[in-house]
């Protein structure tokens, strides 16, 4: 099965789950530094933003003088995506930056500092995004939920199994879960499966394939999270299907995998 195309399949189904494209996919494929530093000084704002967060993700070094000129850019999404690929590069007071304004009143600028902290993938947020967790506001909760499946943290798990239990933000607990590996979730995962809102059966569904294919699974529940798995084969929202075959897969399931390239070849 092409990973590739899985990717695609998914983002058409869920956007969310596969995010914006930057738009210098293929130069941070190929490595490309000295395209990536160009553009950063293009006329287009846009354009700039990714070029910094291209940067960012590659961990260039050398992009850390022009990211730092970028903070005073006239356009606040190249500051942040400036401010971003600097604490991708490990600077420290940018990403304690961010973890200070988790302490900020309003739901999004947390939303924003949490989603910028994941990107930045600095792990030393985790407690302070567990703290900076909001009941009252869904929009804190599901970037708290992505940051913390992207900082692969494992003491985020019981939060997230809380997350997921209470419906605050429970697709993104549940793709987070999905990301961090841990067998404890198998559970609360299965019992997501026979839930009504279709884009949570979907992202449980995909969540338990990756526990399956990793080794962190509760294979008490094996058989449970199967059975279930094959009547959502049948559920009326095509992602569910997809999902569920995809789950399927991860176990091994040999409907699973054919349905899997059913639905691959179908697009």
Excluded at 27 to 40: C, G, H, M, P, Y
Excluded at 48 to 64: F, H, P, Q, W
Excluded at 244 to 257: C, R
Aim: hydrophobic share 45%; charged share 25%; glycine share 8%.
């Amino acid at each position: 099965m092409n990973e590739e195309q899985i990717a695609e399949k998914l983002a058409e189904f869920e956007p969310a789950w596969a995010g914006r494209p930057n738009l210098f996919d293929k130069q941070i494929a190929s490595k490309d530094v000295k395209t990536l530093l160009t553009r950063l000084e293009d006329q287009l704002p846009g354009v700039r933003a990714d070029a910094a967060e291209a940067l960012g993700r590659l961990k260039e070094a050398s992009a850390t003088m022009k990211l730092k000129a970028l903070l005073s850019d006239p356009e606040p999404s190249v500051r942040r995506a400036a401010a971003v690929g600097l604490a991708s590069l490990g600077d420290e007071a940018m990403s304690k930056e961010f973890v200070k304004a988790l302490l900020d009143p309003s739901a999004k600028v947390i939303a924003g500092a949490a989603e910028a902290l994941g990107l930045a993938g600095y792990a030393p947020a985790v407690p302070y995004l567990l703290k900076a967790y909001r009941t009252d506001h869904p929009r804190v909760a599901a970037a708290v939920a992505v940051a913390l499946g992207r900082l692969g943290d494992r003491q985020a798990v019981p939060w997230l199994i809380q997350a997921l239990k209470q419906g605050l933000a429970p697709v993104e607990a549940a793709t987070a879960l999905g990301e961090l590996g841990d067998a404890s979730a198998t559970r609360g995962l299965c019992e997501a499966l026979s839930h009504e809102f279709p884009p949570l059966k979907a992202a449980a569904a995909r969540a338990l394939g990756q526990l399956a294919r990793t080794g962190n699974f509760d294979f008490i529940l094996k058989d449970t999270a199967v059975s279930a798995l094959h009547r959502l084969l049948a559920d009326p929202d095509p992602r569910v299907q997809f999902c569920a075959a995809l789950g399927l897969a991860g176990f091994g399931d040999p409907v699973g995998k054919q349905k899997l390239q059913q639905h691959l070849a179908s697009h």
